[in-house]
């Protein structure tokens, strides 16, 4: 099986928000059995920019704080799948289609190309396509995997 993340699943693994506990579980539980994480390679410029968001509000040692959550994100098993010409033109049709960022129009072509389901918290995404689930309905999938 394989999951395709969004970058506001991956942000809840480092900040401290409502689903982070959830969004370790998954991740936990996933890599116990064996679950292959897929996300576009534009995830961690999406995750950056959310922690850019988060950090520039701070006083002290943003600089070295950003650095280090980067790090970690980088350690992440995460497969990341590049745009080619054929997925690229996919992304902007969901993306016109759906009236939806091809940001995210990417996250969901993903999800169809690889017939997984989009975990993400996102609910415009929720609401708009059936392949995106929550964190918590991706938890209950995982767990009924042997």
């Known amino acids: ?7 506001s699943v991956i942000a809840k693994l480092f ?7 959830e969004a370790m579980e998954m991740m936990t539980l996933a890599y116990l059995k064996n679950i292959k994480f897929v996300a576009s390679k534009f995830l961690p410029f999406e995750v950056g920019n959310v922690f850019w968001k988060h950090l520039r509000k701070k006083d002290k040692d943003k600089s070295a704080v950003g650095s280090e959550l980067i790090k970690r994100l980088f350690l992440l098993d995460i497969e990341y799948f590049s745009l080619d010409n054929d997925l690229a033109c996919e992304v902007m049709k969901v993306a016109l289609e759906h009236d939806i960022t091809y940001y995210d129009a990417a996250h969901v072509a993903l999800s169809k190309r690889n017939s997984a389901p ?12 059936d392949l995106a689930i929550n964190i918590k309905e991706a938890l209950i999938r ?4 042997e």
Do not use: A, C, Q, Y
């Open 1 to 7: 099986m394989k999951l395709i993340l969004d970058s």
């Open 142 to 145: 995982i767990g009924k995997i």
């Open 118 to 129: 989009l975990v993400t918290v996102d609910k415009e995404l929720l609401r708009k396509f």
């Open 15 to 21: 900040l401290n928000e409502i689903n982070s506990i």
